[in-house]
């Protein structure tokens, strides 16, 4: 298998893509610790990467705590002794609303679980990640990367934004350590994220556009799944993506041309 021998750390691992990569990064051979803040979500995929014959570790954490991190990070250490793999998922949608009506402390709780989240992740993986190299992976979204039409948006864009600048300022930083760095941009993925959402009158600013034939053409409008985000996970954890690093991927069958 691709990923024998090796350990990853996927934040936001109870659901969702988080969920999906954990389970293939675990099918392909690697021990797998599941990050969240949910211990039931965390246990429920343990159970499946059971099931499929893999090892996994749950470990309740918030990404936005940066004392619980580190302690994650430690409890890998000492249970597995080493970390090739961080897939920095843990995110939310927040809230969207007009730019005056989005209170600064929900422009605030958005970014710290997306932006300063990863940041955190990134930071207290660095010594394990570069004992021997390996690949780190940052979950951003189409949402301000290239597109810019989902009004109200504001706080959740300008994260995703950020999380793409700072991969590319780690992956320079890193590359003499043979730590690669990238980042995923998905475009509309089945997921809880977005049953909480909690959106506040974005029709008042919103400019009326329409898609009669649905918003991602490779699919004829159908959103994509979380297993397909895996597979990208996988092929950047992967030996496979070797000299690929600093590189955003948009993952969204032609979404992000189409709406701009």
């Known amino acids: 298998m691709q990923l024998d021998g090796r350990v990853a750390f996927v934040t936001g691992a109870g659901s969702g893509i988080g969920q999906a990569s954990a389970r293939l ?5 690697a021990r797998v610790a599941l990050v969240g803040r949910e ?17 996994g570790m749950p470990i309740e954490a918030d990404v936005t705590d940066r004392a619980a991190l580190e302690r994650a990070f430690a409890e890998v250490d ?13 995110g939310i949608n927040g ?8 209170d600064p402390k ?16 990134l930071k ?11 690949s780190a992976i940052v979950m951003a979204s189409v949402n301000g990367t290239r597109i810019f039409s989902n009004t109200g948006a504001t706080a959740y864009a300008v994260s995703k934004a950020g999380q793409v600048a700072l991969t590319k300022m780690v992956a320079l930083e890193w590359a003499s350590s043979k730590v ?14 977005h049953d ?14 329409e898609f009669p034939e649905g918003e991602m053409p490779l699919t004829d409008g159908e959103m994509g799944n979380p297993e397909q985000v895996a597979r990208l996970v996988l092929f950047l954890a992967s030996d496979a993506s070797d000299l690929i690093t600093g590189t955003e991927i948009w993952i969204d069958g032609a979404e992000s041309l189409l709406r701009g």
């Open 106 to 121: 929900e422009w605030d709780t958005t970014i710290a679980v997306n932006l300063s989240g990863t940041f955190l992740t």
């Open 78 to 90: 000492r249970a597995w002794g080493r970390l090739d793999v961080v897939v920095a998922n843990a």
């Open 180 to 193: 690669r760095v990238n980042v995923i941009c998905p475009g509309a993925i089945e997921s809880k994220i």
């Open 95 to 102: 809230v969207w609303a007009p730019i005056e009506q989005l």
């Open 25 to 29: 990064l675990a099918r392909e051979g």
């Open 196 to 209: 909480k959402t909690v959106r506040r009158n974005v029709e008042s600013v919103a400019v009326p556009v």
């Open 39 to 55: 211990s039931g979500e965390l246990e429920e995929t343990l159970g499946q990467i059971k099931a499929d014959g893999g090892e």
């Open 124 to 134: 207290y993986a660095a010594p394990l990640l570069k004992r021997q190299g390996g």
